[in-house]
């Protein structure tokens, strides 16, 4: 055994022999022995080493024993050090109580009996290694939590990361969704534009007419009803133009059985002005009888953002022959409905990303990449349906199953 | 000779109006009309008119790439624009426009124009 793992017990003698036979008595107890001449000696002992009792002599010259051990008693560091008083003489009760009252745990008298010597021993250096293991446990037990406080804070610390991300995430969505909100008004502000651009100049040139017919001394009732039919015709238009936008930006209640062929009607009577000033014309072959069970309005939306996915394919530019093709037809059950464009096509590594949120390949400002995103959604979340796009021969063709 | 004009304007209410009050406002002119820029090209072939009046967008060859046409005619065909749109102003800058009318159309504007682009054609043939 190492000296450093042995008990340390500190034993006071003024005499030297004294101190040898105490050595020879627990020599084979596996102790590290520490010898002390005097009070004095014995208290810097303690002062700087450990020590599980201490077997005290309380005759000594300068400094007795129970001077000393009072002392040690006054020291909160070595209050609760257990001495043994050693003596040869005082056999008196009262020396004893002096003894118990300076903090000894026990009082031997010589002739010393080594079984009780050593057993006393024993029971001290027993406690004195539980009491060292306990401060082992203790430590271990400190060290254990301040793990555990350590990767409670940074478990604390990544949580609040997590949600800080969450949340930046959700803005950035919420931006993203209201970008396209605002994208998708503008669109609709451009396209009640188209449609209303030629109606107005109509209107004014019936107005003017009026005018210069009354000016040349013209103007009778015929043209006068005619022209102020006319003008009524064009407001109610008008009109209806806005209902129409109106309606197509309210959401669905509940599930309806629609027509196809009218529904693409409908959402062409928006968008036709805006097609017609690229020069792209629409074809539109679809059996009348074609009819899906969904949400109206949000099927619209779906048409409409690939006709606007559609023409803005052929750039900003007119395009000889640019054409959009609807064609729908039964399928097993299932309602067909395809749309294709001639104006070139997708790049084949674009074609899977093209209904992810936040794709596009348009210019900063043009697209938000929720459009096609969202037909997706519509068609496949909301309906049940498959939204599919696919390269064909000068173009793209998307094909919606519901 | 008769002055002769050209209205390109693929919106046939609009289209007709404008005939019937060139027809009652400048009844020495000869107006011709055609409903896009390939068919206003095409009769500015057969017959070179002094005057275009054209919209910008029409589908099937729109004014800005019908005037370019024209100009490659070799005439000295004055254009007047009247147009929906105010997008497409720096497409005209090559092309010498006579002027410009942003729809509604001012009939009156459109006339006080056509006057004084009348008056300069007919000094330069005297």
Redesign the interface.
């Given at each position: 055994m190492n000296e450093n793992d042995k008990i340390p017990v500190l034993i006071v003698d003024d005499r030297p022999e004294n101190l040898t036979s105490l050595e020879a008595l627990l020599n084979d107890m596996e102790l590290h022995l520490v010898k002390a001449q005097s009070g004095n000696d014995a208290l810097r002992e303690i002062l700087y080493n450990d020590f599980a009792l201490v077997l005290l002599d309380v005759q000594m010259p300068d400094m007795d024993g129970f001077e000393t051990a009072t002392l040690m008693r006054e020291n909160p560091k070595t209050r609760h050090l257990p001495i043994i008083f050693v003596t040869a003489g005082m056999k008196e009760e009262y020396h004893q109580f002096r003894g118990y009252e300076a903090g000894a745990v026990d009082y031997l008298m010589k002739p010393i009996e080594p079984a009780i010597l050593r057993s006393k021993v024993r029971v001290f250096c027993d406690l004195y290694s539980q009491r060292l293991e306990l401060k082992r446990i203790q430590a271990e037990l400190e060290s254990q939590n301040e793990k555990l406080r350590s990767t409670y804070q940074q478990l604390q610390e990544e949580t609040a990361e997590r949600l800080r991300a969450v949340e930046e995430l959700r803005q950035k969505d919420q931006m993203m969704i209201q970008q396209s909100r605002i994208a998708a008004m503008g669109e609709m502000l451009n396209n009640i534009a188209h449609q209303w651009?030629?109606p107005?100049?109509?209107?004014?040139?019936?107005v003017?007419?009026i005018g210069?017919?009354y000016e040349?001394g013209?103007c009778d009732k015929d043209l006068l009803e005619g022209n102020v039919n006319k003008v009524m015709e064009i407001l109610r238009h008008l009109s209806q133009t806005i209902d129409d936008f109106r309606d197509f930006s309210s959401p669905d209640k509940e599930k309806t059985e629609f027509g196809v062929a009218q529904m693409v009607a409908k959402t062409l009577s928006l968008v036709e002005e805006s097609l017609?000033?690229?020069?792209?014309?629409v074809d539109v072959s679809l059996s009348e009888d074609l009819s899906v069970t969904g949400y109206a309005n949000e099927f619209r939306q779906v048409l409409l953002n690939i006709l606007m996915n559609a023409k803005d394919a052929f750039g900003d530019q007119?395009t000889e022959g640019a054409r959009i093709e609807v064609k729908g037809w039964h399928e097993q059950g299932r309602a067909v409905l395809t749309i294709t464009d001639n104006a070139g096509g997708i790049q084949e590594e674009n074609l899977d990303k093209i209904f992810d949120a936040y794709y596009t390949t348009k210019e900063l400002g043009k697209g938000t990449g929720i459009g096609l995103f969202m037909a997706k959604n519509i068609i496949e979340k909301n309906m049940g349906g498959r939204l599919t796009v696919r390269n064909i021969d000068g173009g793209v063709e998307f094909r919606i199953e519901v | 000779m008769k002055i002769s004009l050209l209205v390109v304007e693929?919106?046939n209410?609009?289209s007709k109006?404008?005939q019937?009050?060139l027809a009652?406002?400048l009844p020495e002119v000869a107006v011709r009309v055609a409903e896009n820029g390939r068919l206003g090209l095409e009769a500015c072939r057969q017959q070179i008119p002094d005057i275009v009046i054209t919209d910008l967008?029409?589908?099937?060859?729109?004014g800005v790439?019908m005037m370019e046409q024209i100009k490659e005619l070799n005439c000295d065909t004055r254009f007047i624009v009247i147009t929906?749109?105010s997008d497409k102003r720096e497409r005209l800058d090559s092309l010498d426009i006579y002027d410009y009318f942003v729809?509604?159309?001012?009939?009156?504007k459109l006339l006080a124009t056509l006057g004084s682009c009348i008056s300069e054609i007919e000094a330069t043939r005297s």
């Open positions: 651009r030629q107005l100049n109509v209107l004014g040139l019936k003017q007419e210069f017919f040349m013209g017609t000033q690229k020069g792209i014309q007119q | 693929d919106d209410e609009a109006i404008i019937t009050l009652m406002k967008n029409m589908p099937d060859m729109d790439g929906g749109y729809k509604p159309t001012d009939f009156r």
